[in-house]
């Protein structure tokens, strides 16, 4: 169920008003039965164009009429001379698709997606999109490829960080208010840039974590949980989507016909056009499905693959494959249509260049607010003992400030910022001073040069400047590298001598304030007992800095839940909330510990159930976790009607109050268990969630209203069923909430 807070708005096209949706096509029929064959193949493809000037290649093909679109280039005067040769010089003057990828902001750079998606917040999560958009629209820029919504399972894979975690609903709401912050109110309005829900389909499932590799998804765990997340991205008008490099079930991605063509198309009616990833077309034969470049091109073609990104197998073969009979010309059409619909909403026949005039200019006010805003909201709070934080500005005469990225504008800004300018960006070191005004003093030592760095050089001034302070801050993390496309890792803790600079400070008996700055998530268990509090913030952007100063000095209460299970070693993983129960489920009573095994124990002696004997089988932390200065008391679950008939609406809800002593925010969270099911269910799914705003005292009614559509899933036929029979709902504060209550849904 989603609940009226939290809500996309699913189910609209996005279509300039102005243009009925058959004048529209009849726009593009007429387009099409002018174009030959070879302009035809030429809206199929894309060329890179990088940013030491326009290669002759390029400008020819614009020239010629045999170019659709281009990659990277950022420079409006360079786009605008590009756009005016298409649409005045080629024969039909079709206009450019002009692509960058604008993942989590342009010049203002929002947190990671991760840490927007730590913020489960649709509202700000599409503004900070919208804003990305009309930065990038001022320098030329008319199609974004994001957002990524791949469920995330694995924090090894370094594009977790792309990504807006593990959980379907949440990644499917996101993702769509991401699209409609892309988007806009219509795709032809100013500021508004067509996005790519990418990368279709699995490709969070990569083998160990290991970017690019092959995945295994089973038929039931890719319509209930890999698919969702797309489905609704095309719900939100989302105007493409990107196949992914990988191998799912020996089919590779972008030759896959069945979930291209089948589902996306057939089943969902998606009237956008498909992209393949960079030169993925190519790489079919690399995966050792086709034998040569043209076979290549005959299957992506004939999967559904309507453009090719950076790669010349179209260009190259699909003219041959027509002539041959062997791709049909209806199937070409058919692509280019599907093109040339996006270009015709985008507006792009109207008005290809960009007028720089009339844009938003860059990082204004809005900008830095909104990037403020998504930092501020998406911060976790994971450990906070003996109210360690907040930090009382009145009563401190000095913070020390250490570690590697406590000062540094580029690392904050995370990965895929090629366009963020981290002169813009303000610091955690930057904003603690800024907090200090005179009253305290703030020392800084970095203690290393980098978060990779081994070098103890740097640990004795550091270990200094904690003993003369009260307390120390420790900004430390991941930087920006170490995560992102083909940056995975196969150790995910710390990295460098950070836990052993933690150890260090902690030695001198000052408060320890972590503050973690990453891609992903950590395994912490080496430095979380050192430590009395630790803030999570991603790499937070922008404005990471005055976000996180404002929340360690409790301006603002943390109110960030995580978007993902943090594991407690990476032998855990793949570890993630909404698994399934087994026929032999662990619990505290079934399970033993490596070090309490005797010598000759026999075999059945260790409880028989699915754990590993050298580490419990919950969690660091659990998805939906996340600590508030605030503390927030959930009692009296209730359901409206326990036996519900399939057509009856049932309405959980429970009192939730702030027991605490300042304004918060919570985001309290619905969960549902389907207890028997046609295929196994999970032992929990999130059905809907709310961020509750309550001053100290204050209580207020928490509801969900959850129809039969809410609760159904793809079985055995892979039919969308929902099956009637008891359900257990849970609401709390994470997926480890204990409120319970069920209900027994009649047919
Ligand atoms: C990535 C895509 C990205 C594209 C264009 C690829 O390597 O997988 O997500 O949009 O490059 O830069």
Redesign the pocket.
Known sequence: MRNTKTSPQIGKKLVDSNQTEQALEDRVQALLAQMTLAEKIGQMCQLNVGDQGVPDEVAQRVRGGTLGSI?NVVDVDAVNALQRTAVHDSRLGIPLLVGR?VIHGFKTVMPIPLGQAASWNPDVVREGARIAASEAASHGINWT?AP?VDIARDPRWGRIAESLGEDPMLSSTLGAAMVEGFQGRALAAAGAIAACA??FVGYGAAESGRDYATTNVPENELHNVHLRPFHAAVDAGVASL?TS?SDIDGVPATANARLVNGVLRDAWGFDGFVVS??DSIRQLAIHGLTADDRESAYEAAQAGVDME?QGDAYFEHLHSLVDAGEVALGQVDQAVANILRVKFRLGLFEQATTDTATLRPIADSDARKAAYQVALQGSVLLKNDGGALPLNSNSLKSIAVIGPLADDPYEQMGTWVFDGDAALSVTPLQSLRDAAQGKFDVLYAPGLDSARSRDHGGFEAAVKLAEQADAAVLVIGEDAILSG?AHSRADICLPGAQAELVRRVRGTGKPVIAVVMAGRPLTLGNILDQVDALLYAWHPGTMGGPAIADLLFGVVSPSGKLPVTFPRVVGQIPLYYNHKNTGKPPSDDTIAHIDDIDARAPQTSLGMTAFHLDVHFSPQFPFGFGLSYASFRYSDISVSNPNPAMHEPVVISCQLENTGAVSAEEVAQLYVRDVVGNVTRPVRELKGWQRVRLRPGESTTVEFTLLADDLAFYGRDLKLRTEPGEFHAWIGGSSAAELQTQFCLHA
């Open positions: 990659i990828d490829f990524m990418k990368h990107m490099f990833d960079w990104m496309e």
